[in-house]
């Protein structure tokens, strides 16, 4: 299991979806099986065989908002984490991470204003100010990282009852997300200053 403490921007929260699993194996899986309709292919209305699509539905169920916690959890810079297509239907991970105002835009605020906000707590989470006391300039960068389609192979998406097999959408997830994080792990560095 990836943690935080592993120094990656996302991880899976292994041990927590089996704590406060209501089915006494997978919190992940009961949210997997509650939305087994997001799984069935737009056009022909059975639950799709195409490992990226597969891959996709599993890994947007298993972030934020659907779960809170999410079964993936993200480094405290990510501010959103999202999946996004293009008209070509290739699939990507997107990240917008919160970054510190550049130096020369620092040099020409006045001198009261705002940045990021990084609240103590167990996430620490970084947030924008909410009052409006004074300016508040936040930057982000947005990165997106490809699927990596020869990693999503095909195998057995559903169990014997057409619910999708949570083993098969926790391997995808998995995949996915030790993809970003060695795509991501120079920008990781560079973000935080932390050794790989």
């Known amino acids: ?6 120094r990656n921007l996302l991880w ?3 041990s927590y979806d089996r704590e406060y699993a209501s089915d006494g194996v997978s919190r ?3 949210y ?3 939305r087994a309709t997001q799984f069935l292919d737009p056009w022909e209305d059975v639950p799709t065989t195409e490992a990226s699509l597969f891959a996709a539905i599993a890994f947007e169920i298993a972030s934020g908002p659907v779960m809170s916690p999410g079964y993936v959890g993200s480094h405290p810079r990510v501010t959103d ?11 990507a991970i997107q990240l917008d991470l919160a970054i510190s105002l550049p130096s020369e835009l620092r040099r020409a605020m006045p001198l009261r204003w705002q940045d990021w906000q ?3 707590g167990e996430d620490g989470r970084w947030q924008q100010p909410y009052d409006n006391d004074r300016l508040t300039v936040t930057t982000a960068i947005t990165v997106r990282v490809p699927f990596p389609a ?5 195998g057995a998406f559903y169990d014997q009852h057409g619910n999708p097999d949570t083993p098969a959408a926790q391997g995808a997830v998995a995949v996915l997300v030790a993809h970003v994080n060695t795509e991501l792990a120079g920008v990781f560095v560079a973000l935080t200053g932390a050794r790989r």
Do not use: E
Not at 1 to 6: F, N
Not at 150 to 154: K, R, S, T, V, Y
């Open 28 to 30: 992940y899986g009961a």
């Open 118 to 120: 990084q609240p103590r």
């Open 12 to 14: 899976v929260n292994d």
């Open 32 to 34: 997997l099986r509650q």
């Open 81 to 91: 984490l999202r999946l996004h297509c293009d008209d070509d239907g290739r699939r």
């Open 150 to 154: 020869a990693d999503l192979l095909p």
């Open 1 to 6: 299991m990836a943690t935080m403490t592993d």
